[in-house]
């Protein structure tokens, strides 16, 4: 009969055998955020998030599932590093320093941005900054449109982080670009795209204005939002007095108030 003696060099039967720290499902996170940070969310794959926490496939998906359940537990982990803002700024200065964190945090881990606009975190994971961002427009006097505001304000943040996540892989392909409008800045006979030809001339001759360029979209995209939200707000006030007296403590609360659209 054959002998059921183990074979020289064969695998330890367990980690702690083999001296290897125990797999959980924190540290498949862990991994698969640095493997992120280091790559971007879509271009890791399972077999190489198991080779990060030196195990088979199969162990990461009974800690955690199928790839789809790590980036998930990627974007919740992700939302949780958020530092949410006093609850004592008005509105537009809660919003504001809201997203600009939300970029900090986003740009850390390329691709979050994407899968957040697209399908966002665990209603566990956003519960504390969606209450409080909700609260901020109702009490503000938005009403029912407070969750197109919330929306209008977080994807718009996203997408502008996702673009800069896209094109830090094609940044020969942007630099052309530039070139090629700016080669237009003498235009008179296209003012609208000599003046932008102008803009990418003294973009591309400036790394200053090349650095920070993203930031200032970015700064200007949000504030943009805000300014017009202030205005909705101004709007609604106006054609809903009820709004405006409820804000005052003078009538209803805000949230009871219901949103009707044009007759």
Known sequence: MPSSSPRAGSRPRSRAAAGLPAVTAEKVVDAALALTAERGLDNWTLRQLAAAVDAYP???YHHVGDRDSVVAAVLDRVVGYLRLPPEDRSWPEWFGELLVELRVVLRRYPGTARRMVLFGPSVAAAQRPVDL???????AGFAAESVLAFNLLVATACQFVAMEDDRDGTLALRLDNTAEYAGYRDRADLPGLAT????????????????????????????????????????????????????????????????????
């Open 58 to 60: 199969a162990v990461v």
């Open 133 to 139: 961002g909700m609260r901020m427009l109702l009490d």
């Open 196 to 263: 932008h030809g102008r803009a990418m001339h003294d973009l591309a001759g400036n790394p200053g204005l090349t650095a920070d360029y993203y930031d200032r979209l970015y700064d200007y995209a949000v504030h943009r939002c805000l300014d017009g939200l202030a205005e909705r707000l101004r709007v609604l006030k106006t054609e809903r007095p009820e709004l405006q007296a409820a804000q005052s403590g003078g009538g209803p609360a805000a949230d009871s108030v219901k949103f009707t659209g044009p007759e």
